[in-house]
């Protein structure tokens, strides 16, 4: 039977201007695999389910008959995920939104760095769970750290009960090599913080990983209205900060997926995947709308 007539139809997540942009990109993320028996149903039917789950959040067991088993949708995310596909396309899909824009494709001079706490939910493992006593959450803390355009350089989960500071630290860690592969000749890049964070502490922390790390970058403290500034302006409450509402509006972004509307993962690790899901499907969608 033709794998093209599996394609899903009215459940179909991803259309054809995404797929267009997608399909070049995965024989070069992909990993290479072993020549077996051709699979009944196409990868774009595939990435379809995974992307539908993502959105409705439903069981795997539940997907709508017209895609693949759920089986074999989970197989490739399985696959995918242990191989850092998504990270990956997540990555690569970011240096083409930078180009669509006229942006450095990889480096920025401005990375918005915060945290949100999750809920857990019972499909949650105990071990990556902790209490975060500022936001009262029983769960995990997502750390992002985006540029202008809302979307991610690096995405790190850690337990709610690490603190801002802590997590920050263990996410540029591991993206240490983006700072050390920084050309010396460009500007130093900007990250921008709430006052949740504590700058000395930071770059103690950080210089003991990368001594040279801060002549490649700069903290900076969001700029915070004063109750007396907010009432000449006429306004009360909530007012959002210079720069600091692209960061609140990639949190938001999340949320309209319903499995990232609490965490449901077992791992951190299988949390950070499902987060870079996410923002490959937005991305894919900015770079398939009409300009």
């Not at 007539?5 to 942009?21: F, I, K, L, N, Q």
């Not at 071990?127 to 769960?139: D, L």
């Not at 990983?209 to 009432?231: D, G, W």
């Not at 720069?243 to 949390?271: D, G, P, Q, Y």
């Amino acid at each position: 039977m033709l794998a093209a007539s599996h394609e899903p139809s009215a459940t179909r997540v991803s259309g054809d201007a995404e797929w267009a942009m997608l399909a070049p990109l995965l024989p070069q993320i992909l990993p290479q695999k072993k020549r077996t028996r051709p699979c009944a149903w196409t990868k774009r039917a595939s990435i379809d389910g995974i992307l539908y789950q993502l959105k409705n959040g439903c069981n795997w067991e539940d997907l709508p008959k017209d895609f693949p088993r759920y089986s074999t949708v989970y197989w490739h995310y399985k696959q995918w995920r242990a191989a850092g596909v998504i990270e990956a396309l997540m990555l690569t899909l970011h240096e083409k939104v930078r180009e669509q824009v006229k942006k450095k494709p990889k480096w920025t001079t401005l990375i918005i760095i915060d945290s949100q706490a999750v809920k857990h939910t019972c499909n949650a493992s105990v071990a990556s769970k902790g209490f975060c006593f500022y936001k009262a959450t029983n769960g995990i803390k997502r750390h992002l750290a985006v540029d202008t355009l809302g979307f991610p350089c690096f995405t790190h989960c850690t337990k709610a009960s690490l603190s801002d500071d802590a997590g920050l630290i263990e996410m540029l860690t591991l993206n240490i090599d983006y700072f050390k592969l920084k050309p010396v000749n460009l500007p130093k890049t900007t990250i921008l913080l709430d006052h949740g964070y504590h700058i000395d502490y930071l770059i103690e922390a950080l210089e003991q990983v990368y001594p040279q790390i801060m002549t490649k970058i700069r903290f900076e403290l969001a700029t915070k209205p004063s109750k007396q500034e907010k009432a000449a302006q006429g306004k009360a409450g909530f007012v959002p900060a210079v720069a600091r509402w692209v960061i609140e509006r990639s949190n938001a972004w999340m949320e309209r997926c319903k499995s990232l509307v609490k965490n449901f993962e077992r791992t951190l690790a299988h949390a950070t995947t499902k987060i870079n899901l996410c923002f490959v499907r937005l991305m894919l969608k900015r770079l398939a709308a009409p300009s």
